[in-house]
Protein backbone atom coordinates (compact mmCIF):
# COMPACT_ATOMS: atom_id res chain seq x y z
CA UNK A 1 0.00 0.00 0.00
CA UNK A 2 1.13 3.44 -0.57
CA UNK A 3 2.10 6.09 2.36
CA UNK A 4 2.76 9.47 2.42
CA UNK A 5 5.29 10.76 5.10
CA UNK A 6 5.57 14.66 5.74
CA UNK A 7 8.42 14.74 8.36
CA UNK A 8 7.75 18.07 9.24
CA UNK A 9 4.75 18.86 11.61
CA UNK A 10 5.18 22.17 12.50
CA UNK A 11 7.17 24.59 10.24
CA UNK A 12 7.28 28.99 10.72
CA UNK A 13 8.17 31.51 8.02
CA UNK A 14 8.93 35.52 8.13
CA UNK A 15 6.11 36.88 6.10
CA UNK A 16 7.34 37.76 2.40
CA UNK A 17 9.95 35.21 3.26
CA UNK A 18 9.97 31.74 1.41
CA UNK A 19 9.14 28.17 3.20
CA UNK A 20 9.44 24.68 1.49
CA UNK A 21 7.63 21.84 3.13
CA UNK A 22 8.59 18.30 2.42
CA UNK A 23 6.71 15.41 1.46
CA UNK A 24 8.04 11.78 0.61
CA UNK A 25 6.19 8.76 -0.86
CA UNK A 26 6.51 4.90 -0.78
CA UNK A 27 5.00 3.91 -4.10
CA UNK A 28 5.74 0.96 -6.79
CA UNK A 29 3.63 2.37 -9.67
CA UNK A 30 4.81 4.57 -11.91
CA UNK A 31 1.81 6.35 -12.52
CA UNK A 32 0.06 8.59 -10.40
CA UNK A 33 -0.96 12.24 -9.04
CA UNK A 34 -0.14 14.30 -6.47
CA UNK A 35 -1.28 16.91 -4.48
CA UNK A 36 -0.93 19.39 -1.71
CA UNK A 37 -4.28 20.94 -0.03
CA UNK A 38 -4.25 23.54 2.55
CA UNK A 39 -7.00 24.00 5.55
CA UNK A 40 -6.46 26.75 7.14
CA UNK A 41 -8.22 27.61 10.63
CA UNK A 42 -12.08 27.62 8.64
CA UNK A 43 -11.03 23.50 8.53
CA UNK A 44 -11.89 24.14 4.83
CA UNK A 45 -9.72 21.75 2.94
CA UNK A 46 -8.06 23.68 -0.23
CA UNK A 47 -6.38 21.98 -3.29
CA UNK A 48 -3.23 23.60 -3.69
CA UNK A 49 -1.47 22.51 -6.49
CA UNK A 50 -1.60 19.04 -8.39
CA UNK A 51 1.14 16.83 -9.99
CA UNK A 52 0.82 14.45 -12.92
CA UNK A 53 3.55 12.08 -12.45
CA UNK A 54 4.25 11.64 -16.12
CA UNK A 55 5.29 15.11 -16.57
CA UNK A 56 8.93 16.17 -15.99
CA UNK A 57 8.01 19.93 -14.95
CA UNK A 58 7.13 21.25 -11.80
CA UNK A 59 3.46 22.59 -11.53
CA UNK A 60 3.49 26.12 -10.60
CA UNK A 61 0.11 28.17 -9.09
CA UNK A 62 0.77 31.68 -8.81
CA UNK A 63 3.04 31.69 -5.43
CA UNK A 64 3.26 28.08 -5.00
CA UNK A 65 5.67 25.63 -6.89
CA UNK A 66 6.54 22.25 -6.66
CA UNK A 67 9.77 20.18 -6.63
CA UNK A 68 8.87 16.66 -7.86
CA UNK A 69 11.80 14.15 -7.95
CA UNK A 70 10.03 10.91 -9.15
CA UNK A 71 13.41 8.82 -8.59
CA UNK A 72 13.63 10.14 -5.33
CA UNK A 73 9.62 9.99 -4.67
CA UNK A 74 9.93 13.66 -2.86
CA UNK A 75 6.87 16.58 -3.69
CA UNK A 76 8.16 19.41 -1.88
CA UNK A 77 5.88 22.58 -1.83
CA UNK A 78 7.61 25.59 -1.91
CA UNK A 79 5.73 28.78 -1.08
CA UNK A 80 7.66 32.13 -1.78
CA UNK A 81 6.29 35.37 -0.40
CA UNK A 82 4.85 34.30 2.25
CA UNK A 83 1.44 35.59 3.41
CA UNK A 84 -0.44 36.10 6.22
CA UNK A 85 -3.51 34.08 4.81
CA UNK A 86 -0.53 31.15 4.29
CA UNK A 87 -0.64 29.92 7.77
CA UNK A 88 -2.75 26.34 8.13
CA UNK A 89 -2.33 22.93 7.73
CA UNK A 90 -1.18 21.78 4.90
CA UNK A 91 -1.52 18.13 3.51
CA UNK A 92 0.42 15.76 0.39
CA UNK A 93 -1.83 13.49 -0.78
CA UNK A 94 -1.51 10.82 -3.57
CA UNK A 95 -3.59 8.76 -5.93
CA UNK A 96 -3.04 6.30 -8.15
CA UNK A 97 -3.53 6.49 -11.80
CA UNK A 98 -3.91 2.73 -12.73
CA UNK A 99 -5.59 1.26 -9.40
CA UNK A 100 -9.53 2.53 -10.13
CA UNK A 101 -9.91 1.12 -7.02
CA UNK A 102 -7.44 2.78 -5.16
CA UNK A 103 -8.28 6.30 -3.61
CA UNK A 104 -6.11 9.43 -2.17
CA UNK A 105 -3.42 8.54 0.80
CA UNK A 106 -3.13 11.61 2.59
CA UNK A 107 -0.10 12.61 4.86
CA UNK A 108 -0.48 13.66 8.38
CA UNK A 109 0.28 17.10 7.63
CA UNK A 110 2.44 19.70 8.41
CA UNK A 111 1.15 23.13 10.09
CA UNK A 112 2.44 26.17 9.23
CA UNK A 113 2.65 29.20 10.97
CA UNK A 114 3.40 32.79 9.26
CA UNK A 115 5.23 35.38 11.67
CA UNK A 116 4.45 38.89 10.72
CA UNK B 1 -23.54 28.04 -6.82
CA UNK B 2 -22.06 24.33 -7.38
CA UNK B 3 -20.17 22.93 -4.27
CA UNK B 4 -20.80 20.03 -1.15
CA UNK B 5 -22.59 20.49 1.60
CA UNK B 6 -22.81 19.45 5.23
CA UNK B 7 -24.94 19.25 7.85
CA UNK B 8 -24.71 20.14 10.99
CA UNK B 9 -21.58 21.96 11.42
CA UNK B 10 -21.94 20.92 14.99
CA UNK B 11 -23.20 17.60 16.37
CA UNK B 12 -23.89 16.30 19.66
CA UNK B 13 -25.19 13.26 20.50
CA UNK B 14 -25.33 10.59 23.99
CA UNK B 15 -23.28 7.14 23.95
CA UNK B 16 -25.03 4.21 22.60
CA UNK B 17 -26.85 6.64 19.99
CA UNK B 18 -26.12 6.37 16.16
CA UNK B 19 -26.13 9.42 14.24
CA UNK B 20 -26.14 10.15 10.78
CA UNK B 21 -24.11 12.84 9.27
CA UNK B 22 -25.41 14.35 6.51
CA UNK B 23 -22.96 15.24 2.88
CA UNK B 24 -24.93 16.31 -0.53
CA UNK B 25 -23.16 17.79 -3.57
CA UNK B 26 -24.21 19.47 -6.66
CA UNK B 27 -20.90 19.21 -8.70
CA UNK B 28 -22.68 15.94 -10.65
CA UNK B 29 -19.46 14.50 -9.36
CA UNK B 30 -19.40 10.25 -9.72
CA UNK B 31 -17.04 9.27 -6.70
CA UNK B 32 -17.75 10.41 -3.25
CA UNK B 33 -15.51 9.61 0.19
CA UNK B 34 -15.86 10.63 3.47
CA UNK B 35 -12.96 11.12 5.82
CA UNK B 36 -12.48 11.05 9.80
CA UNK B 37 -9.70 13.42 10.60
CA UNK B 38 -8.96 13.80 14.66
CA UNK B 39 -5.99 16.20 16.28
CA UNK B 40 -2.73 15.85 15.43
CA UNK B 41 -3.62 13.47 12.45
CA UNK B 42 -3.90 13.34 8.51
CA UNK B 43 -7.10 12.27 6.97
CA UNK B 44 -8.13 8.48 7.25
CA UNK B 45 -11.20 7.20 4.88
CA UNK B 46 -13.90 5.86 6.04
CA UNK B 47 -15.97 4.82 2.75
CA UNK B 48 -16.12 5.57 -0.94
CA UNK B 49 -18.55 5.57 -3.43
CA UNK B 50 -17.04 5.30 -7.12
CA UNK B 51 -20.85 4.97 -8.45
CA UNK B 52 -24.85 4.90 -7.23
CA UNK B 53 -25.86 2.13 -5.26
CA UNK B 54 -22.10 0.83 -4.51
CA UNK B 55 -19.81 1.89 -1.90
CA UNK B 56 -16.75 0.33 -0.87
CA UNK B 57 -14.69 0.25 3.17
CA UNK B 58 -11.75 2.30 3.51
CA UNK B 59 -8.85 2.02 6.36
CA UNK B 60 -11.65 2.45 9.54
CA UNK B 61 -15.27 1.28 7.98
CA UNK B 62 -15.55 -0.06 11.61
CA UNK B 63 -18.52 1.09 13.66
CA UNK B 64 -19.87 3.04 10.43
CA UNK B 65 -22.00 2.98 7.89
CA UNK B 66 -22.83 4.61 4.15
CA UNK B 67 -25.85 4.36 1.56
CA UNK B 68 -25.37 5.85 -1.85
CA UNK B 69 -29.19 6.12 -3.04
CA UNK B 70 -28.60 9.05 -5.19
CA UNK B 71 -25.49 10.52 -6.70
CA UNK B 72 -25.59 13.63 -4.94
CA UNK B 73 -26.34 12.18 -1.47
CA UNK B 74 -23.76 9.76 0.51
CA UNK B 75 -25.09 9.90 4.02
CA UNK B 76 -22.62 8.67 6.69
CA UNK B 77 -23.74 7.13 10.10
CA UNK B 78 -21.97 6.85 12.83
CA UNK B 79 -23.46 3.46 15.01
CA UNK B 80 -22.82 2.83 18.68
CA UNK B 81 -20.16 0.46 17.45
CA UNK B 82 -17.82 3.17 16.73
CA UNK B 83 -15.78 2.92 19.97
CA UNK B 84 -14.56 6.73 19.56
CA UNK B 85 -16.50 8.41 17.23
CA UNK B 86 -15.83 11.87 18.28
CA UNK B 87 -13.98 13.31 15.63
CA UNK B 88 -14.41 16.19 12.84
CA UNK B 89 -15.66 14.39 9.83
CA UNK B 90 -15.02 15.63 6.27
CA UNK B 91 -16.91 14.38 3.02
CA UNK B 92 -15.48 14.69 -0.32
CA UNK B 93 -16.38 14.06 -3.98
CA UNK B 94 -14.44 14.18 -7.35
CA UNK B 95 -15.03 13.32 -10.71
CA UNK B 96 -13.93 9.77 -10.54
CA UNK B 97 -10.80 7.93 -11.50
CA UNK B 98 -7.63 10.77 -13.27
CA UNK B 99 -6.39 13.17 -11.82
CA UNK B 100 -8.69 14.66 -10.61
CA UNK B 101 -8.88 16.12 -7.11
CA UNK B 102 -11.81 15.73 -4.57
CA UNK B 103 -13.78 18.74 -3.23
CA UNK B 104 -14.17 18.77 0.09
CA UNK B 105 -17.43 20.18 2.68
CA UNK B 106 -17.24 22.04 5.54
CA UNK B 107 -17.15 18.84 7.68
CA UNK B 108 -19.06 18.27 10.70
CA UNK B 109 -17.37 17.90 14.37
CA UNK B 110 -19.55 14.94 16.20
CA UNK B 111 -18.91 15.09 20.13
CA UNK B 112 -20.19 12.26 21.78
CA UNK B 113 -20.69 12.41 26.08
Known amino acids: AQTVTQSQPEMSVQEAETVTLSCTYDTSESDYYLFWYKQPPSRQMILVIR??????QNATENRFSVNFQKAAKSFSLKISDSQLGDAAMYFC?????????????FGPGTRLSVLP | DGGITQSPKYLFRKEGQNVTLSCEQN?????MYWYRQDPGQGLRLIYY???????QKGDIAEGYSVSREKKESFPLTVTSAQKNPTAFYLCASSKGQGAYEQYFGPGTRLTVT
Open chain 1, 51 to 56: QEAYKQ
Open chain 2, 27 to 31: LNHDA
Open chain 1, 93 to 105: AYRSANNYGQNFV
Open chain 2, 49 to 55: SQIVNDF
